[in-house]
């Protein structure tokens, strides 16, 4: 399997909290079709590892893809559960401990190998919504849809801060966590990458549903059928 071997695919990349998997879910419900979060199996392949012996610093590839074949996706609805040993994980992926190693492990290329023949899988089904850094340059190059989606660091802390607190956040922690959103993506910026023939959605002043009504317009366009 490959990657010009694949269905219709749309692929979503932008850099931490863009809002790229919420997106990505909401336009394969719309469309009926499959959804795919390669950010997911990177922080699975991480917690799958953080479960066994050694400090992370002592972590070598080998030993991250030996545990990851213990992830398994499983089909539930448009999207897929992950599991870790048979157990769904989906909840502990976004923990902090994972958030703060996961940058380190995909960096490493015997992973992405991982993490793209997973992505490939996926879209031997069907056709899939993918969400990455790279879905639309080195894993579907191919994409009949490419999305690049971009915000303003202060509206993705904004955004990111009001899911977790569940409440308006104030001035000192959406700059706390500007500050750390902008070092995330000096951390992914070698892995982020934007396809020339990518349409870039700028959402800084968009809403969730104009974003997903853009991407399914243009989906249209692309494949009338969709
Ligand atoms: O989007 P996210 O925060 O769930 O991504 C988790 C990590 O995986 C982050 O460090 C970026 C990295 N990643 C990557 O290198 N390539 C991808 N296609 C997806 C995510």
């Given amino acids: 399997m490959s990657h010009a071997d694949h269905h219709f695919v749309i692929a979503i990349d932008g850099p931490a909290a863009s809002g790229k ?10 469309l009926g079709i499959h ?20 400090v992370p610093e002592s972590w070598n590839a080998g030993s991250i893809v030996h545990e990851a074949r213990r992830i398994a996706l499983v089909r539930s609805g448009t999207s897929f559960e992950i599991t870790l040993s048979g157990k769904p994980v989906s ?9 703060a190693l996961v940058s380190m492990v995909a960096k490493m290329e015997p992973v992405r190998a991982w993490v793209n023949d ?27 849809l490419k999305i690049f989606l971009i915000a303003k660091a202060e509206e993705r802390a904004r955004r990111r801060l009001l899911q977790r607190l569940g409440r308006m956040p104030m001035e000192a922690e959406i700059d706390a966590e500007t500050h750390a959103l ?14 020339d ?22 989906a249209r366009q692309v494949k009338s059928d969709v």
């Fill in 182 to 195: 902008r070092q995330r993506d000096v951390k992914d910026a070698e892995q982020t990458r934007q396809a």
């Fill in 197 to 218: 023939d990518a349409v870039v959605i700028d959402t800084t002043h968009l809403t969730q549903d104009e974003q997903v009504d853009r991407i399914v317009d243009l």
């Fill in 91 to 99: 909840e502990e992926l976004h923990e902090p401990a994972i958030t």
């Fill in 35 to 54: 959804h795919a979060d390669s950010g997911a199996l990177y922080r699975a392949a991480t917690l799958a590892r953080t479960g066994r012996s050694g």
């Fill in 118 to 144: 997973r992505m490939w899988e996926c879209a031997a089904d069907g056709p899939i919504v993918v969400d990455g850094r790279d879905m639309g340059t080195a894993v579907f190059p191919k994409a009949q």
């Fill in 21 to 30: 998997s919420s997106t990505a879910k909401l336009v394969a419900e719309r």
